[in-house]
C-alpha cells in the first residue's frame, strides 16, 4: 500500500537555526514527489516537484532533495515568517496517476 | 486573482442537512480534485475530474456524497444528509493534465471548513 511518513510531526527552531524534515514514502513506481506548505486556514501552497533520485530543488531559505525512499526539506536560517505546516506528497505511476498520496505534515514553529 | 476560488469559506449546518459547495479552478487547468483535510492530517482524495468526465473516485467518498463538472470549468460537491463526521475542511485543487503533462502540480484553493452541529 501507498504510504507517506513525515517527521518530525512537529518542529520548534530559534530564528536562524537551519535544520531539515523527512518524508518517507513507499509508492508503486514513483512518478513525483511534492513538497506544499500550508499556512491555518489555508490552503496548501505549492512549493517542489521532484522527479528521480538525486534531484534537488531550491526557493529562497529551503531545498528540497530525493532519495529512492525519501526526501528531505532543508531549511537554512529560518525566519519566523517560514512558521507553517509543510506536506510531503506522492504520485505513483499507474492507473491512478492523477491522485497525490499526502503526509501529515511537519508544523515548523520558528522563534524570534 | 486568478488562483482556485471556493465558496463559501465556512458553512456551519445541523445534522442530516444538505449542503453544496463551489470550486472555480484556474481557468486554463482542465483537471479538478476535491480532497477532504481533518485536523493534523494531511488532505485525502475524495475524486477528480478531466474535463467534464469523473475519472476516479476514492473509497471515502459514500453514497451520500456526489460531485459534478457539467461544462468543465467549476464544480460542486454536494452531501447529502450530513453526519458529526462529515465536518473537516474541503479543499479543491485544479492542474493541467494529459499526455506530456502527468507530473504538473496541484494548486489547492483555500477551502470550505464545514462544521456540523
Known amino acids: 500500500e501507498d504510504q507517506v511518513t513525515q517527521s518530525p510531526e512537529a518542529l520548534r527552531l530559534q530564528e536562524g537555526e537551519s535544520s531539515s524534515l523527512n518524508c518517507s514514502y513507499t509508492?508503486?513506481?514513483?512518478?513525483?514527489l511534492f513538497w506544499y506548505r500550508q499556512d491555518p486556514g489555508k490552503g496548501p501552497e505549492f512549493l517542489f516537484t521532484?522527479?528521480?533520485a538525486g534531484e534537488e530543488k531550491e526557493k529562497e531559505r529551503l531545498k528540497a532533495t530525493l532519495t529512492k525512499k525519501e526526501s528531505f526539506l532543508h531549511i537554512t536560517a529560518p525566519k519566523p515568517e517560514d512558521s507553517a505546516t509543510y506536506l510531503c506528497a506522492v504520485q505513483r505511476g499507474y492507473s491512478s496517476a492523477s491522485k497525490i498520496i499526502f503526509g501529515s505534515g511537519t508544523r515548523l514553529s520558528i522563534r524570534p | 486573482d486568478t488562483g482556485v476560488s471556493q465558496d463559501p469559506r465556512h458553512k456551519i449546518t445541523k445534522r442530516g442537512q444538505n449542503v453544496t459547495f463551489r470550486c472555480d479552478p484556474i481557468?486554463?487547468?482542465?483537471?479538478l480534485y476535491w480532497y477532504r483535510q481533518t485536523l493534523g492530517q494531511g488532505p485525502e482524495f475524495l475524486t477528480y475530474f478531466q474535463n467534464e468526465a469523473q475519472l476516479e473516485k476514492s473509497r471515502l467518498l459514500s453514497d451520500r456524497f456526489s460531485a459534478e463538472r457539467p461544462k468543465g470549468s467549476f464544480s460542486t460537491l454536494e452531501i447529502q444528509r450530513t453526519e458529526q463526521g462529515d465536518s473537516a475542511m474541503y479543499l479543491c485543487?485544479?492542474?493541467?493534465?494529459?499526455?506530456?503533462?502527468?507530473?504538473?502540480?496541484?494548486?489547492f484553493g483555500d477551502g470550505t471548513r464545514l462544521s456540523i452541529l
Open positions: 509508492v508503486s513506481g514513483l512518478r513525483g
Open positions: 521532484l522527479y528521480s
Open positions: 481557468s486554463e487547468h482542465n483537471r
Open positions: 485543487a485544479s492542474s493541467l493534465g494529459g499526455p506530456g503533462t502527468v507530473n504538473q502540480p496541484q494548486h
